[in-house]
């Protein structure tokens, strides 16, 4: 799959990967997984570790998508603050959802067990546009507090600058719990543990179709087909191309990212190093990289054709928070789609033998992880993990193949323009 929005911090700093090859010749296993991101190489992994031969599909490469080419920030939870959770299901719910995104995070753990060398760092700060989003902030750190002993720092806005070189925020919330990666190769590195346990990846090859046989089901590739009892969906912004009834639950927001030369006043931008995303709709997110470089991101186009200077693009945003560095050179500039479903929460579920996770609607760095490990953990015969996620409410867009994408696109900009109207 060729990329014009490939030229990213990201794949410059790569580590080795040779390209796999794809399959010729049909084959079979246990599970095949189609699409090489977080999502499908946590479920393959996690697969494999419990005794299941496991084939990956990948039309592009490992991390081709969002999980190669994301802001790298790791933010605890769901896009719906917990109380929230607790509002809408109940407190039962709510303890087995904070168990599980926010309590367990399987990155950290992940990164630990196989040795992922991804400049993982700890430390992510959310930071209020308003004083009203500051209150709101104040509230839920109390809340995740007292209900759940989750501990954050409350930063005032006198404070903000131990965080951020920026008088434009009005406070925030320190999460240690958060912080930053290289997403790329931590992909890479998640690739390599898959390998290691025994997944076979092949690359270049697009599943099209999923079709039932006689013994289960086999999913139709470019040059072969695989027969497998189980198929895992994690094909997230593309899903609609392999199951149409799926991608009636998501449209694909496309989201820009830059990377700065290496600054010599890096530090004193963001002296905590943590990780920031500030509370605009369209949301404003930038850390440092291993090699001091700023990167941000900052913008969404609600049309999939990019701008032509993605630097040009996303500039000015960066300037708005950064007027120090207003005019630095800046060395990458690329994009990616965010797969975004209707009330923000991921789309995960099962029909029959075939599982599917997409939707993280731009909080999925953390989250998918754990999102592969259910899938399989429900797979060998746990579901209850599994049907926390699997249960969240979900509704397609309205509007059909044609319409869904511009009607989602007007709710979209309403409340893009809500952000600028304050
Ligand atoms: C620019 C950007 C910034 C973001 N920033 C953040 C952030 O800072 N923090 C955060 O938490 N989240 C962020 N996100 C969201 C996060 O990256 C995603 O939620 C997450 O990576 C989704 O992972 P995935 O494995 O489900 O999907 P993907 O990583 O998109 O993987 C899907 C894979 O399937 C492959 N595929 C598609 N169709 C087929 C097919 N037919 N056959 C075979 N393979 C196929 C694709 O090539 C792709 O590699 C961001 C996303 C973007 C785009």
Redesign the pocket.
Known sequence: ?SDPLANSYYAATAHEWRPRSGIRGDARCDVAV???????LSAALACAERGFSVIL????HV?????????????PGLRWNASELEEEFGSERADALFDLCWRANRVKARIAKHGIDCDLKAGHLEAAWTPKDFDAMRREAGYLATRFGYESEVVAKADMAAHVATPLYHGGIHDPQGGHFH?LNYAIGLAHAAEAAGVSIWES????QMVNTIDGLSVL?DWADIDARYVIN?????IG??EPDLGRYTVPIM???IATAPLANADALLPSDAAVADSRFVLN?FRLSADKRLIF?GGERYSQTPPRDIAAFVRPFMAQVFPQIADTKIDFGW?????VTMNRLPHIGRDGNIFY??G?S?????V?TLAGELIAEAMAGTAERFDVLANLPSRPFPGGKWLRRPLATLGLLWYALRDRLG
């Not at 731009?362 to 953390?366: P, R």
């Open positions: 799959m189609i699409g090489g991101g977080f999502t499908g599909v990948e039309a592009g991390g081709f998508g969002a999980s190669g080419r994301n802001g790298g920030q790791l933010i997403p090859q697009r599943a099209y590739t994690a094909t997230d912004s593309w191309e392999v989201n820009y990212n997110y991101g994009g990616g789609a965010v797969a996770a997409h993280f731009g909080h999925g760095a953390l998918t």
